[in-house]
């Protein structure tokens, strides 16, 4: 494990409480935590929402590794959609069967 030399270095708290952490980090997300009063841990963090959650999941890793798997097993091919249509007898057209009031 490479353990870097700790950086200090003095930043100014704004009349408006901001402090600049510099444009390397600019538009990352971090995480603030104040260890105690005066003594803050700033990281960078990749936020997830709940929504999305699942996508990180082992199911949704094991669907996506099987659908990447199929994908290139199954290049993509030159398809005419018009004979696919007639193929279906009905043109791709379900005649609606009307109903009586």
Do not use: Y
Not at 14 to 40: D, H, T
């Amino acid at each position: 494990m490479n353990i870097l030399e700790p950086k200090t270095s003095v930043k100014v708290v704004g009349a408006n409480g901001q402090i600049s952490l510099g444009k390397e980090f600019a538009g990352r997300q971090v995480l603030v935590e104040e260890r105690e009063p005066g003594v803050w841990l700033i990281r960078t963090a990749v936020v997830v929402p709940e929504n999305e959650l699942w996508l990180h999941g082992p199911k949704a890793n094991d669907d996506l590794r099987r659908a990447l798997l199929w994908a290139q097993r199954n290049p993509p091919a030159e398809s005419d959609p018009d004979a696919t249509l007639r193929t279906l007898g009905d043109g791709g057209k379900r005649k609606r069967k009307s109903r009586s009031a």
